[in-house]
Every structure is written in C-alpha cells, then in structure tokens.
C-alpha cells in the first residue's frame, strides 16, 4: 500500500500531502498517524528543511475519522471502552504533541473539508491558508462524540472561546469567507492557486536562516503558555544561540552588501 503522507522536496521547502482521494483523506488507521509523527521528527532532525506546506490529495484536506469505521467498530474504533481509549491515546493523540513539536515552520494548504480530526490537524500549523471553496467543521458532538484530536485546546486559543464554543457545540461547517473573519486562516485564494501560493510563501520563509525561524516558531508556541518574563529569558538564550550561528554572519553579510544569503543551516 502507498504511503498516506506523500512527501516531496523543493530544496529546502517539503511538500507532505494527505494520499488517500478516495477516502477524503481520513485517518482511522494507527500507521497513518505513525506516518504523521514518523515524518514530523526526521523534518525536525533534517536542519535543510526550512519550511513544509501541508495539504491533500483530490478534493478534501482531511475528512477526519473514517465515519463507516465508527459504525462497524473497526479500525481505531474497534474492541471495549479501555481499548479505544488506548488507541486514542497511542495514535491520533500523539499526532498533536508530534506536530506541535515539529519546529520548522508549516503552512496548512486547506484545499478542501477539514472536518473533525483534519480541521485539528490544520490548526497545529503556524499559518493556515485556504481554498476559497473549502469548508471546516469541528463536527464531532454531530456523531454524538466529542473532540478527541486536540481542537478544544486549540480552537478557542485560535479563535476566542465564543467563537470556538458556537464551532463546537453545533459541529456547523464555515465556508472559507467565516474562517477568515474568524481569524482562522490567514488568506482565502482561489483554488486553483492554493498550492502555488502555498509554496510561494513557504519559500519566503525558506528565504531566512533556518535555525532563526525554527527559534521564532518555538518562542511563539511557547509563548501562548508562559508569563512574559520566562518568555524573555528563553529569547535571550535562543538569542546567544543564534549570534553563534554562521548562518547569522552570513545573513548580516548579505545585507550589507545587498544580496541574497546562502545559507547552509550552520
């Protein structure tokens, strides 16, 4: 079987697209989200990734759970209460902490639904655009289940609590214009542009020193949890870091001479 997550390189921008058109891109098996974390950890090993668009194949981002599992009990859905709390625990869920750790920057290419699991997944990226065709749902309470792939974190942090709670308790989809509004996404594009500006501004940030925006992603993450004077001792070491870099008197070079910087992640 093809692998889930199809992976292409663009220098230092990768490409990871949800591979299953055919299911809208539903993840109900546990090796899809192994493949998810497995990718996510050699991105953060591999310092000449500098940026990584997120999108799916065919017509959807990513549909959620696969809801003919639920009904016939199988896949991560399968066996008693202890036991699909296990899987849960030990797939879907390791995917969030997975992804959040990832420290290269991603841009979520929401070319379709993201419904359920799919529109969690899209919010553990650092900027979201979307098609503007595409619709988001956090519709779990409409299967009569609740969210189990960390949007009642990250939603309301997102969005605020109103809006987060309207989203949640009705399951109701929002079109591209709403999540906009929301402040859900950063642009809507047409969708027959999505991909290419998808990678346009992932090569914009594939522009800078890779150790400098990966720093920057992890003090913003951090940020959300801590008081701002953990966050600025954080940034001062980060900051030690990075002075020791030669990618920044490479990139200080390249300014005074008015030039592109080569940067070779050192």
């Not at 290419?109 to 359920?116: R, S, T, Y």
Request: net charge neutral; with cysteine.
């Amino acid at each position: 079987m093809e692998p889930f997550l199809l992976v292409e390189r663009d220098g230092p921008v990768v490409i990871a697209t949800f591979n299953r058109p055919d299911d809208r891109n539903t993840i109900t098996r546990a090796e899809q989200a192994e493949e998810i974390v497995a990718f996510s950890h050699a991105m953060t090993r591999d310092r000449t990734v500098r940026a990584i668009v997120l999108t799916g194949a065919g017509k959807a981002f990513c549909a959620g759970g696969n809801v003919k599992d639920m009904q016939e009990r199988g896949g991560m859905f399968a066996g008693s209460p202890y036991q699909i709390r296990n899987s849960y625990r030990t797939s879907f869920q390791m995917v969030g902490p997975a992804l959040t750790e990832l420290e290269v920057p991603i841009i979520a290419a929401i070319n379709g639904p993201a419904i359920g699991l799919g529109l969690d997944i899209a919010c553990m990226a650092d900027i979201r655009l979307m098609a503007d065709t595409a619709v988001v749902a956090e519709s779990y309470v409409k299967l009569g289940i609740i969210p189990g792939g960390g949007g009642a974190w990250l939603l309301p942090r997102l969005i605020g609590p109103q809006r987060a709670a309207l989203m949640t308790l009705t399951g109701d989809a929002i079109d591209a214009a709403k999540a906009l509004e929301y402040g859900l996404v950063a642009e809507v594009v047409p969708a027959a542009g999505l991909r290419a500006r998808a990678v346009e501004v992932a090569r914009r940030i594939a522009a800078n020193p890779g150790h400098a925006t990966r720093l920057a992603k992890r003090l913003m993450r951090e940020g959300a949890d801590v008081k701002l004077e953990t966050l600025q001792q954080m940034a001062a070491a980060f900051q030690a870091l990075s002075h020791h870099t030669a990618d920044h008197h490479e990139a200080i070079d390249a300014f005074l001479n008015k030039r592109p910087g080569n940067f070779t992640g050192e």
